[in-house]
């Protein structure tokens, strides 16, 4: 097995991210090409349609919030050596803890929901995350299987559960009744129009502020406690991890609770922020597109915040470019998408190589 090429700091985290997206953006723009289509164009209606305008810039960052959580989930499994393909149905059944609190309990003042709805998705999360993580811990069972099981699972007991318990009576869409005041996230256009601020109408709400506080508290955890200093040894060299005291199955398992507990967060975002109802798949795939956030940005929060945006522009600027152009429909996002994924995770030693090489040229001549 080969060992990666060693890069300093500021190309590891700064230029190989930049490279691997130049490579996607001018390969999707081939392919743009091919359809028949300017890829300047298309390229210019995705930049507008995601950051045009108030509306555009709303959206983006609306996006953004359930990215951030998704990709902060993925990061923490995989700083810990462990692949977590499952954010998509922790973020759903956390989803369905956060929706609970918020029907039970919404007629409570915003206050006091908002903490127990945190809670509640957090435990739920959590809790779906531990079967698969005490399996890879105690029988070997690989987490990448168990999680993208359970992600079905996660699918069939909501449906299960929107249809034939929680469904608001006299309808026949799978969803349930709306939440009360109490349980609905502030708009943030609606909170600057408070302080005599015009922005515009949009579903960016205030857990863009929670999800910065999560990037930043898991950003602690890991590199200042020593619970994230033995997660990290524990991922990068398990025998190491056992000679200096750590518990490999421990970590794993610890891992996959906080990574549940932050895709968990999603709900906050999609629930409480903008739908305001428990409804089927309101996810929408933000847990597999945090697989892709969190390899673009190296699974560190500052690059996660960064791709989470990134992703989140091409969503919003996605709805535009398939309006204006209809042969570039928004597929054509999920190609970008895949193409990311494919040069930060799978090629991403095309360019980390000759990096390297380049580097230890220059080095000598500077000393």
Sequence with gaps: MSVPAKLPRWAEFGLLPLLNLAAALVLSGLIVRIMGENPWTACKLLVTGALGSQEAIGYTLYYATNFIFTGLAVAVAYQAGLFNIGAEGQAYIGGLGTGLVCLWLGHWPFWAVLPLAVLAGAGAGAGWAFIPAWLQARRGSHIVITTIMFNFIAAALMTYLLVNVLIKPGQQSPETREFAAGATMPAVHELLAKVGIEFAATPFNLSFGLALVAAGLVWLFLWRTRWGYALRVA?????????????????????????????????????????????????????????????????????????????????????????????????????????????????????????????????????
């Design 235 to 367: 991922g990068e060299n398990p025998t190491a991890a056992v000679y200096a005291g750590i518990s490999p199955s421990r970590v794993t398992i610890g891992a996959m609770l906080l990574s549940g507990a932050l895709a968990g967060g999603l709900g906050l975002n999609e629930l409480m922020g903008a739908q305001h109802r428990l409804l089927l798949d309101f996810p929408s795939g933000a847990g597999f597109v945090g697989i892709a956030v969190a390899l673009m940005g190296r699974n560190h929060p500052v690059g996660i915040f960064g791709a989470a945006v990134l992703f989140g522009a091409l969503a919003q600027g996605g709805s535009q470019l398939s309006f204006d152009l209809p042969k570039l429909n928004r597929d054509m996002v999920v190609v970008i998408q895949g193409l990311v994924i494919l040069f930060c995770g799978a090629l991403e030693n095309v360019f980390r190589t000759p990096l390297a090489a380049l580097w230890r040229r220059k080095e000598p001549g500077e000393r």
